[in-house]
């Protein structure tokens, strides 16, 4: 005997239209907070630091995610 009556329905696999975009926005505040980061470790936290570890490989990297975070939000574009 079943427990759960035959008005419940199971939750929907597609997700909702909201979705892409609350994502988006979640990306773009990324970037914003990567770009704010990229001015302020380098001249605070790594000031100190004068080998190629230093703020070089930290702008590398950060500008690595942004082109990732970048990719992702244009792919779902159309025309």
Do not use: C, K
């Amino acid at each position: 005997m079943s427990h759960f009556s035959s008005s419940t329905q199971a939750p929907s696999a597609e997700p909702s239209a909201t979705t892409p975009r609350r994502i988006r926005r979640w990306l773009l505040a990324a970037v914003a907070v990567i770009i704010v980061l990229m001015y302020l470790v380098p001249y605070t936290l790594l000031s100190d630091i004068n080998a190629w570890y230093g703020s070089f490989l930290f702008w590398t990297l950060t500008t690595l995610a942004v082109l990732i975070i970048n990719a992702v939000l244009a792919f779902g574009w159309e025309d």
